[in-house]
């Protein structure tokens, strides 16, 4: 299931918007979804959406790695690849001659050699399919590390994290990571890839302090809310004094339902770095989660402050709102909806969370076009 996380996503926006720039595609254009999923995967839709699974965004070992993975997902936006149509419109071809000739056979008193071919035609059209999905993989690369090279970036990431996961090729499909699946690797196209990236300038472009510090971070985020407290809390044990390590165990303790720990860890946070809207978001989560709504709406009133571009905080301050109960909170709360929807007007929790609001002011009009909006942005 897909999954929100306003710090995770403007991060990886950051990296990647000069690189879709280079490509030619608008960036504010291009989304990137987080989907909640252990398995390693990513894709692009005909609507430019790249989609990224916390699993594989686990398994990069860097951040050029990330982002070279979405520059190959924004390759395939680019060309404008309908991977499911084509690999089926080429798979069905030879599938559908082969068992053709297999009737023919059996027809002609070949019954034998008709049932070959007829028990065979799905495995010619697999192999047609395939091999439609491998020109289209080729081309994502090449799009994509050309980006990268004009964004300024190192294509290295690309080539080493599909170097990483080459020995998938080899084991059965029932075996393989479903994005291995959908992104056939072959040895010609890593060996293409690598003398490619190879000779571009940028190839020995090594990541910034701060994009290590971000990617560090973005890894501690996921496991501290994917993964179980304990596990988080074993993984980054309070020995660990790094700023990722510090955030996640605040995160875990209060998925643990250690509530006080968690708000003096977050406090030291804020004490360090009191300009950062996520940890105020944090906080402002505790609270709520807490059943402390009044007291969390300076924490979320902080950071939407801080980032008021951000419609999930917007959301977030008007949900504590909500809860208080108070008409005037209320009346405060239908004005940070509005904002969060003219934003990202296909957010259906802020269109729910509006409707409700207007139908607690006994506004029934207003509540009734609002949960219409909630629908049509969910596409019923």
């Known amino acids: 299931s897909a999954t929100r996380d306003t710090e995770i996503e403007a991060i990886i926006h950051d990296w990647s918007d000069p690189v879709f720039t280079a490509m030619g595609l608008e960036s504010s254009e291009v989304e990137i979804l987080l989907i909640n999923e252990?398995?390693?995967?990513?894709?692009?839709?005909?609507?430019?959406?790249?989609?990224?699974?916390t699993g594989l965004?686990?398994?990069?070992?860097?951040?050029?790695?990330?982002?070279?993975?979405?520059?190959?997902?924004?390759?395939?936006?680019?060309?404008?690849?309908?991977?499911?149509?084509?690999?089926?419109?080429?798979?069905?071809?030879?599938?559908?001659?082969?068992?053709?000739?297999?009737?023919?056979?059996?027809?002609?008193?070949?019954?034998?050699?008709?049932?070959?071919?007829?028990?065979?035609?799905?495995?010619?059209?697999?192999?047609?399919?395939?091999?439609y999905m491998t020109h289209q993989e080729g081309e994502a690369d090449n799009t994509g590390a050309r980006a990268l090279e004009r964004a300024g970036e190192s294509g290295r990431g690309l080539l080493t994290f599909f170097e990483n996961f080459?020995?998938?090729?080899?084991?059965?499909?029932?075996?393989?990571?479903?994005?291995?699946?959908?992104?056939?690797?072959?040895?010609?196209?890593?060996?293409?890839?690598?003398?490619?990236?190879?000779?571009?300038?940028?190839?020995?472009?090594?990541?910034?302090?701060?994009?290590?510090?971000?990617?560090?971070?973005?890894?501690?985020?996921i496991h501290a809310f994917m993964d179980a407290p304990n596990t988080t809390l074993r993984a980054y044990p309070e020995t660990d004094e790094t700023l990722p390590a510090r955030y996640a165990r605040a995160i875990a303790w209060y998925r643990d339902g250690q509530t006080d720990r968690a708000l003096t860890a977050v406090d030291v946070l804020l004490g360090e770095q009191p300009q950062n809207p996520y940890f105020w978001e944090l906080k402002g989560q505790i609270l709520f989660e807490e059943g402390r709504p009044a007291e969390a709406i300076g924490a979320h009133q902080r950071?939407?402050?801080?980032?008021?571009?951000?419609?999930?905080?917007?959301?977030?301050?008007?949900?504590?709102?909500?809860?208080?109960?108070?008409?005037?909170?209320?009346?405060?709360?239908?004005?940070?909806?509005?904002?969060?929807?003219?934003?990202?007007?296909?957010?259906?929790?802020?269109?729910?969370?509006?409707?409700?609001?207007?139908?607690?002011?006994?506004?029934?009009?207003?509540?009734?076009?609002?949960?219409?909006?909630?629908?049509?942005?969910?596409?019923?």
């Not at 080899?170 to 190879?198: G, K, M, T």
């Open 38 to 53: 252990a398995d390693l995967n990513a894709f692009a839709t005909r609507g430019r959406i790249i989609g990224v699974n």
């Open 166 to 221: 080459r020995s998938q090729e080899v084991f059965s499909d029932a075996r393989r990571y479903p994005y291995f699946r959908s992104h056939p690797l072959s040895s010609d196209r890593i060996e293409n890839l690598r003398r490619l990236v190879a000779e571009q300038p940028h190839y020995g472009h090594q990541d910034s302090p701060e994009r290590v510090a971000q990617h560090a971070l973005i890894l501690a985020k």
């Open 303 to 380: 950071s939407v402050e801080l980032k008021p571009d951000a419609p999930l905080l917007r959301i977030n301050l008007a949900h504590a709102m909500i809860e208080t109960q108070d008409a005037a909170q209320i009346t405060l709360a239908v004005d940070q909806l509005k904002r969060a929807t003219a934003l990202e007007a296909d957010n259906t929790m802020g269109w729910r969370l509006l409707s409700q609001a207007y139908a607690t002011q006994g506004k029934e009009g207003e509540a009734r076009l609002a949960s219409a909006e909630m629908y049509f942005a969910m596409g019923a």
């Open 57 to 131: 965004i686990l398994r990069t070992r860097n951040a050029n790695e990330l982002l070279g993975v979405i520059a190959h997902e924004a390759g395939h936006v680019k060309n404008r690849h309908t991977l499911r149509d084509g690999a089926q419109q080429a798979g069905m071809q030879p599938m559908l001659m082969t068992m053709a000739l297999g009737a023919l056979a059996i027809a002609a008193g070949a019954p034998d050699a008709g049932a070959v071919l007829l028990g065979n035609s799905q495995y010619f059209g697999t192999l047609s399919a395939l091999r």
